[in-house]
């Protein structure tokens, strides 16, 4: 399982080009696959489209199985709402052995950058202190415990970033997530929207909370809201960790 990060081969890290390169087939979504197209060449493929990731993972299971290395590309890292979790639940629910022996599955989970750290660089940096990473998509979990770890977030004061926040069929949760987080968070809260990270379409762009357009964003588009003491300089959206509360930061003489 390779994290191809953003997706650009400048953001990679090496290991993930290496077993790119020395894997026989290369599995992903359709539009991963075609990130890489330079690092495949002539390779077998397995790609598939959204809402296809069982059917995937268990054709790349199944090849690597079957004696052929095979290269499972995911955006940003595979154990960020991507592939290592559903490869591990298939293997045990199918009584596939990975423990390591001689006769086991081998697998490799290659870490990539996650969109939110891709996001927050190229904000500034959001998430300097506590935060938490919650998914919009009711998909897979239902709205009730979104909307609860939502406002637990919140209470708890924890700079958030949104994966997964709007579709054309899901257009209402982000909008019920701006609400949830005006009863907790002043109205000129920063919040950051990051879409297509370090990708060809990349746009970076800052509001308060209260003016946050949820039409404007998109399934390629990572929200950032900030806590009470997140501050904007610049163009920059900045979480300060507390360094300013323990020493003197101004230059003294």
């Known amino acids: 399982m390779v994290g191809i990060g953003p997706g650009?081969?400048?953001?990679?890290?090496?290991?993930?080009?290496?077993?790119i390169?020395?894997?026989?087939?290369?599995?992903?979504?359709?539009?991963?696959?075609?990130?890489?197209?330079?690092?495949?060449?002539?390779?077998?493929?397995?790609?598939?489209?959204?809402?296809?990731?069982?059917?995937?993972?268990?054709?790349?299971?199944?090849?690597?199985?079957?004696?052929?290395?095979?290269?499972?590309?995911?955006?940003?890292?595979p154990g960020v709402y991507a592939m290592a979790g559903l490869v591990f639940e298939l293997c045990r629910e199918n009584a596939v052995s990975v423990g390591g022996g001689p006769d086991d599955l081998y697998i490799e989970v290659v870490p990539g950058i996650p969109a939110l750290c891709a996001?927050?660089?190229?904000?500034?940096?959001?998430?300097?202190?506590?935060?938490?990473?919650?998914?919009l998509s009711d998909l897979l979990?239902?709205?009730?415990?979104?909307?609860?770890?939502?406002?637990?977030?919140?209470?708890a004061d924890f700079v958030i970033a949104f994966y997964n926040p709007r579709s054309k069929k899901r257009d209402w949760q982000l909008e019920k997530a701006k609400q949830i987080?005006?009863?907790?968070?002043?109205?000129?809260?920063?919040?950051?929207?990051?879409?297509?990270?370090?990708?060809?379409?990349?746009?970076?762009?800052?509001?308060?909370?209260?003016?946050?357009?949820?039409?404007?964003?998109?399934m390629q588009t990572t929200v950032f809201v900030g806590n009470s003491r997140t501050f904007v300089y610049g163009d920059r959206m900045v979480t300060p960790r507390g360094y300013g509360d323990?020493?003197?930061?101004?230059?003294?003489g």
């Open 8 to 19: 650009g081969v400048s953001h990679m890290s090496g290991r993930a080009r290496e077993v």
């Open 21 to 77: 390169g020395a894997a026989e087939t290369i599995a992903g979504y359709t539009t991963y696959i075609d990130l890489i197209r330079p690092l495949i060449e002539n390779k077998p493929v397995i790609a598939t489209g959204m809402r296809k990731e069982v059917e995937r993972v268990r054709q790349a299971t199944q090849t690597a199985n079957g004696g052929q290395s095979c290269a499972l590309v995911c955006s940003g890292d």
């Open 119 to 135: 996001g927050a660089a190229l904000l500034g940096a959001p998430l300097m202190h506590d935060f938490a990473a919650i998914s």
């Open 141 to 155: 979990t239902s709205w009730p415990v979104i909307e609860k770890r939502i406002r637990m977030a919140a209470e």
């Open 181 to 218: 987080l005006l009863d907790h968070r002043a109205k000129d809260t920063p919040v950051g929207l990051v879409t297509s990270a370090m990708r060809t379409g990349e746009t970076v762009s800052l509001c308060r909370l209260e003016n946050l357009d949820t039409a404007r964003v998109g």
């Open 246 to 252: 323990k020493y003197e930061l101004k230059n003294v």
